[in-house]
């Protein structure tokens, strides 16, 4: 099974991974918005219900479905 991405890995810290999209720092990703999380971005490789589902952008390690990172996309 995919381990979990760590808000610490390099590539998590890189793009500002939050486990939880509300603690995201707004100062530094002011477009940032509350509404955005991990299971409404395109890459989120799971149903939006999915509490954890895997993303390319952090090598296919299991994201928070409540999480964001900067490379957030709204899914279409
Ligand atoms: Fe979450 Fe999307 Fe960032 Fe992946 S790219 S960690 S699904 S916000």
Redesign the pocket.
């Known amino acids: 099974a995919a381990e979990k991405?760590s808000e610490k890995d390099p590539t998590?810290a890189a793009?500002g991974?939050k486990l939880d999209?509300s603690k995201v720092d707004k100062a530094k990703f002011p477009k940032h918005a509350a509404t955005?999380?991990?299971?409404n971005?395109?890459?989120?490789?799971g149903k939006p219900a999915d509490a954890f589902?895997p993303?390319?952008?952090?090598g296919n390690k299991l994201?928070?479905g409540k999480?964001?990172?900067?490379?957030?996309?709204k899914k279409a």
């Open positions: 991405a998590a793009l991974y999209t955005q999380q991990c299971s971005c395109m890459l989120y490789q589902a993303c390319p952008a952090l994201v928070a999480g964001w990172c900067s490379a957030w996309v």
